[in-house]
């Protein structure tokens, strides 16, 4: 075991002794006089039910909550009083601006209500009906088998800050929670979808791997974040949005609109967390700046993988002909323009128009509409 008690309850005697004396009936009920606020709440929308937003109030709330939490280093729930020798967990995430976004709470709830089941919301039946041609079908199984890389490291990053995080960062614990759900999912229809093909997982690969890899390693919450909710994820939600449209069955696109209804809610905190912050410490402009020069070396490097561009290329023209290749390539082109603007406004809707002159990202993907454009 990684962790010992420093007591053996079963030999402590006066501890054995209170346990007994309370199941006799002899209470000690200290706990009744704790220091604690009585507040009011109520649903603001009876419809809606009772939500994160209509507890923000007093102690319990987290409008006012301070950028470093000090005080609570346990599992104490916000508000909550807290006795002496409570556990030191060693929180890493202890400032306000490494995790909140405006919303939050509203993210949370929307995560909640909007869940759907890749077991049974699928025409999983309708979808195996349809024999795809050869080389349709690979390609769709090849692309298919990336998106399952992706959404896997997508559970994993979530997953792996959420014990990391200060207990009083109740919602965007609990917000995160339901983002590794949501990516697990994902990850699980993509599988399904995958080995229902007939055709089964393709290759892995290392490229791109390499720029997940970046996800997983980020040093901070805040890093991770900007990098995968506003970014890696903005540019899936792209590709999602075009996958949908190239999508070799109507079965498929409905997986698509799924995906993308989820991801557009991580993107979503991805930018309402990056304004936080360049709103409330616009001193951290130069290094988001720093951070995203490599993020967008990493996207480029995986993102444009062979793996990844030539399946889309193929489902894009729909075979594996000349003339599909052509058409193929200039739908990926499209694709791949859009997808780079889409990135570079949602950052200049958070607060950085300056990114797009900046980036050598961009400076390649204007480079590449010139060369179109001639």
Known sequence: MSYLSTTDFTEDQPFVDRFERMLRGDLDLSWLDAPRERVTCRPENARRGLTFRDLDVGSYGFTDMPELIRENRSFAPRGAAMPEGLPDLQAEVNRKSEVWAYNIEGYYEEAMTRQWNATTDIPWAELQSVELPEDIGKAYAQLLTFLTEVEMIATDVPAKW?????????????????????????????????????????????????????LRDADSFAEASLALHLQAEGMVLTLFRFSEYISPTEGDKKLFRLVMQDEARHVGYGMQHLKWVLDHFPERREAIHHHLDEAENFVFGGGYATEVLEPFIILSGKGLKKENIAEGVRITNAFQLKQADEYFERLAKCGLPERRERSRLWKMIDLRKQTMAA
Request: charged residues 25%; proline residues 0%.
């Open 162 to 214: 959420m014990g990391r995080l200060n207990a009083d960062f109740f919602e965007v614990k609990n917000f995160i929670a339901t983002q590794a759900m949501d990516e697990a999912r994902h990850a699980e229809i993509f599988r399904k979808r995958a080995l229902s093909t007939g055709w089964g997982l393709m290759r892995a690969s290392a490229q791109n791997e390499f720029n997940l890899k970046f």
